[in-house]
């Protein structure tokens, strides 16, 4: 899954590679370790993501920092990488593209529905009285 965020990095400009061949470091930051399924630059991280398969289907999460981080020291960005600031729009319509060309299928922008926003919102709000309760305990 990572073929296509290291392509488009690398069009960027950013000498992106995988982590398979990068000593693995793990610490207690996650951006701050390095394992062989990582996007890295120069042995320093700069996508990091988590998968889960299950038959048919995957859920696929990760994370690509635009702007450096004090608390990362060993990783890196886009942005330090690159000497400039790349808008998030844009970079994530080019991702966007790049994931769906080696999968087939057209990611379709899109507002979320009433429902789905109303779900949102009572999901947000459970979440933080959760958090909350736990807080006060």
Do not use: W
């Not at 970079?91 to 507002?111: E, M, Q, Y």
């Amino acid at each position: 899954i990572h073929a296509p965020f290291i392509r488009v990095l690398r069009e960027l400009g950013v000498a992106a590679g995988d982590g398979m061949d990068a000593p693995t470091r793990r610490t207690a930051v996650c951006f701050d370790s390095v394992t062989p399924y990582d996007v890295i630059v120069n042995g320093r991280k700069i996508m990091g993501s988590a998968q889960r398969r299950h038959r048919r289907f995957f859920l696929q999460h990760g994370s690509l920092p635009l702007a450096s981080n004090p608390f990362t020291v060993r990783a890196t960005s886009v942005a330090e990488e690159l000497g400039r600031e790349v808008p998030a729009r844009s970079l994530a319509a080019r991702l966007a593209a790049a994931v769906g060309a080696d999968l087939g299928i057209a990611f379709i922008p899109s507002d979320l529905t009433m429902a789905e926003a109303a779900r949102a919102a009572r999901l947000e709000e459970e979440c933080l009285l959760t958090a909350c309760a736990k807080e006060t305990r």
